[in-house]
């Protein structure tokens, strides 16, 4: 999925006169996936600048989520990657065809990675695996888990379909998603979900959640989880307007052709979904299906902005840390989750004559004895980034890539 770490951008983009043209149909296709991989590790390095800060309590309000209805920045980053999973499973699973890989195999191939991208989220729900009971207690919903099922059913979905299926099957998921949570009636509430959807815990999908998974939810509500059951129908929709996306990057027509087409769904898309946000408020606790339009919207405007720089402009100088980050997009998270949850809960150390965490010693004496609040809690965010590039790298540079 990614390319070779002895390939540079610059050589992956170089026009040669002599080349023919499947030839430079390849280099068309290996500019594309240099500035997915930059997008991707964009997405991945924000996602441990907004997970690690020095203090929850003191962060700027673009790297905070939204309290519930509404968005920030930090609400795009896991469309975002799942909208990258939805194009880069049209470009693998297209590739493995032309080298001749029958129907049975392809199948097999995304229920396996599937399977693996979840049981690697109950890995990391589950660490340090000491006591029992957090084992036998562990939050069954989660960040890859939902990777891993919108994952494999988008890609099962858009397996064998036309693009005319395609939207017919993401309109009856982002529609019917939307009926439900609105029109149907919660259990023990007495009203339908429409007048419920600004109380987190008493939405359709907190039902579910509570009747199903039981106390198996996100420990920071333990009433919902926000990553639930039924929210995540429409975030197979994300994943399925990437393989759209994917599709669509995946012709033959000109690089500028491709851009312009981006960037026009991009605006599309960001347009609808604020317009459904009028009826239907962007969510990401609910992954409501305005949220899905929108976001798509976004990351294709990122995506062609990013991919103008890179292949159309050729500015390529500063592609290479981001390029690191997105070749090994499952180390980093696995490995910075539990690194973080180490050095912020398990690992205690004595400062100043109390025992306290690891990284608040850390925050405290390195940070936060000479910074404001929320330049030295963004300050150690931003190292801890720094630092997990340094464990990228050293993995880049010995050609050591975690793909499920």
Known sequence: MAASPQVTTQEATRPSPRLDPALLAGVRQRERLVSLDVFRGMTVAGMLLVNDPGSWGAIYPPLEHAAWHGWTPTDL?????LFIVGITTHLSLSARRERGDDDVALRRQVIRRAILIVLFGYILAAFPYYPF????????????????????FAALLTFRTTLRQQVAILAALLYGYWFAITLLPVPGTGGIGA??????SRTLGAWLDRTILGSHLWSGSVTWDPEGILSTVPAIGTVMLGVMAGRWLGTTRPLSDR?????AAGALGM?????????????KGLWTSSYVVFSAGMACVALA?????????????????LVIYGMNPLIAFVGSGMMARTIYTLWKVEYRGKVVPMQGAIYQSLFASWLEPRNASLAFAVCFVLVWYGILWLLWRRRL???A
């Open 77 to 81: 980053i896991f469309p975002f990657f």
């Open 133 to 152: 009971s957090r084992i036998t207690g562990v939050r069954i919903p989660g960040v890859l888990q939902r990777i891993g099922v919108a994952y494999g």
């Open 195 to 200: 007048n419920l959807l600004g109380d987190p």
């Open 259 to 263: 851009l312009a087409g981006l960037f």
């Open 271 to 283: 347009m609808a979904g604020l317009m459904w946000n009028w009826s239907l408020p962007i969510n």
């Open 305 to 321: 902005t990013i991919s103008w720089i890179i292949d159309a402009r050729g500015v390529t100088w500063w592609t290479r840390p």
């Open 401 to 403: 890539f975690l793909k």
